[in-house]
């Protein structure tokens, strides 16, 4: 065999190799881990109750776990201590947090898995309608414990903020006047206050959104293994996977 067949030869042959790799989409090389989510109870977003869990960052994530080949486990605890849990390495991974810089201290934002979703003003009382963020001074605002919303708001020093472990909680403290505006993302907000039955209303005046992440605790051995998770991510994408659950969960009314 002269040496350009051998050269055609560990060409082909090198070729062959490389198959089974891109057809796993470089993730080939990830261990087969049990993974903990720490996961605060957000409908439709996260849902994670006794006998059901679902929601759309849950099937997403799913999704992407599928393809690793990963078993998923969860906890459930409010969002603050879903935080805790994560920068003392008892939980995995998270799912929508936002990326702020005292953060990712203890965390890495792996992939902008979630859309972003409108900050939303609800009220009851016509006189809380915001129309600007001035008229935000002087009403007691109902926030999730642990939450960020945009900065100026949560760096304000002159708001007047109530917090509560769910967005449910601070629904109810709004109709016994606990709170008069309750601030919450739209797709969250609509949904519980259509499962209270409150007739709330939504302000003109929002702030836009931003992506909320996949993010791992810089404890867990899943770390390692970012690059699959994104391109996980990138193949679920592809194969319009992602998109219809968004479609799903923006489509579906509340139960």
Known sequence: MDVR????????????????????????????????????HSPPYRILEVGHKGGLYLEIFEEIADRLGWHVQYREAPFRRVLLMLQKGEVDVMLGPLRTDGREDYMTFVAPAFPPERRLFFYLDNQHQISRYSDLYGKTLGVLDGATYFSRFDRDPNLMKESAPHYENLMLMMQKGRVDVVVAPELVGLYTVSILKLPAQVSP???????????????????????????????????????????????????
């Open 5 to 40: 067949n051998v050269q055609l030869w560990l060409a082909s042959l090198l070729l062959v190799l490389s198959l089974p790799v891109l057809a796993q989409q470089g993730t080939e090389t990830v261990e087969p881990l049990t993974i903990t989510v720490g996961v605060n």
């Open 205 to 255: 005046f929002f702030v836009p959104g931003e992506r909320s992440w996949i993010a791992v605790s810089n404890k867990s051995p899943a770390l390692k293994y970012a690059d699959d998770i994104r391109a996980a991510l990138k193949l679920i994408e592809r194969e319009g996977i992602k998109e219809n659950l968004v479609l799903k969960y923006l489509e579906q009314p509340a139960q």
